[in-house]
Every structure is written in C-alpha cells, then in structure tokens.
C-alpha cells in the first residue's frame, strides 16, 4: 500500500533550487533513508513532506495516510536536551496532535506513553529528568515521542548524529526492530551511508538533483553506492 508519493518536486530555500526533478514513494513497511551531503536538499525536503513548506512545483501528496498520523523526530538541539521536563511529560506530548490541541491529557494518551516507554526498554525512566539522560536515553524518550504520535509513519531526522558507537548501534537496533516487527514505515535522514545500507530497504541519495532511488541491493551496485562506500 502507497503511504507518500512526491512527483517531479522543485523546492527552493530562500532563492536557491535545493530540489530538483524530484520523483520517489513510500510503501507500507518500507524503511527509507535519504543520504546527501550538507546542502544537497535533505532538509528542505522533510519541511516539504512534512508541511512546513510549499513546493515552487510539483506534488507531495499523502495516500491512504493523514500527516496527523506522522511522528516526527527532529534533530535535537543544546536547548532541547536541557529540556526541564520528566521523561513521562515528555512522551505524553507526542500525543497533542494525534486528534487536534487538547489542554489535559487522558487515560488513552497515558497508557500510550507507558506503553511506548515499554517498548523502547525505558520503562524505569517514566520519572527522571529529561535533562539529566544520557545521549542515548534522550534519544529513546524523544523516539517514544514520536510514536505516541503514530503507528504507521515515522519521519526521523539525524536521529544518530550526537551518539556514541554503542548508542548509535543500540539506537539502529531499535528502529529496525519498531519497522520489521510493528510494520512501522520508516524515513530517516541519515549522514551515514554504511549504517543506511545495513539498516534499510530503500535509498534516496539527493545531490538537489536525486542522484539514485531504489533499494539497497541496486545502490550498492552503482557507480555512486560503490564511491560512497569505499569499494569504487
């Protein structure tokens, strides 16, 4: 089943083409990783796909899927990650704009954090301080964020880029596993090519014109996969 589909998508930052002739799609249970260097258009596309901008040209169209329905990871900054909040506050505000703004939180939305505090193995957390976590702990509150926010779809930027090794490959672990066991559809912005072929079903490389869309296996054996991984 189709979830998102982009049809010859132009976009620009500021004055500047950051988009060019851009055509891809996403399936249900795809993991999808878009890999570029910096300026190679990444992030104007997420604000695309995720309403924060408007394409100069061509389409973004949703199917069978509402964008209420996407969770979000974004990349974390110095000020969120002294963020005075608990873990569980935290977790529970992923579930503002699941059926529109509420003020109070209800028996669903708790048991949908404590839920997904399970899932990600950070149960014991609920009442600790977000500030006082590890990089790795951050990661996996603001990743239960982000599913209190969706079932189906989850957009996650950089979600790695102030890991250590052992956190970045825990963190990789879990996301494959919410994708192969839970059916989540995954499309993550990632710097790093190694781990998105390990990890992935599908690569799109941007260079503002897409330089490949396909699955990992056919990446691979392109001029460019075989350059980005050393073996070229």
């Known amino acids: ?81 002294d963020f005075p909040a608990s873990v569980m506050e935290v977790v529970l ?23 997904n505090l399970e899932t990600l193995s950070i149960s014991d957390l609920a009442g600790k301080s977000y500030m006082e976590l590890s990089g790795g702990q951050q990661q996996r509150v603001l990743l239960a964020r982000a599913l209190c926010a969706t079932q189906r779809l989850l957009i996650l930027d950089e979600p790695t880029i102030s890991l250590d090794p052992v956190a970045t490959s825990a963190f990789y672990g879990v996301v494959k596993s919410l994708n192969r066991d839970r059916n989540i559809t995954i499309i993550m912005v990632s710097h790093d090519v190694s781990a998105a072929v390990q990890n992935a079903s599908k690569i799109l490389h941007l260079e503002t014109t897409p330089l490949f869309f396909g699955s990992v296996e056919d990446y691979v054996n392109t001029d460019v996969g075989k350059r980005m991984l050393g073996a070229g």
Request: aromatic share 8%; hydrophobic share 35%; proline share 3%.
């Open 1 to 81: 089943m189709r979830l998102l589909e982009c049809s010859d998508l132009n976009m620009s930052y500021e004055t500047v083409p950051a988009l060019k002739d851009l055509s891809f799609f996403v399936d249900a249970g795809d993991y999808l990783c878009i890999i570029g260097e910096n300026g190679s258009g990444k992030t104007t596309l997420l604000k695309g796909l995720l309403g924060l901008k408007e394409p100069d040209s061509g389409l973004i169209e949703y199917i069978g899927i509402t964008k209420r329905e996407v969770g979000y990871m974004p990349q974390q900054t110095t000020i969120q990650k």
């Open 93 to 115: 505000s992923g579930c503002l704009n699941r059926e529109g703004f509420r003020v109070f939180y209800g028996k669903k939305d708790r048991e949908l954090a404590v839920k």
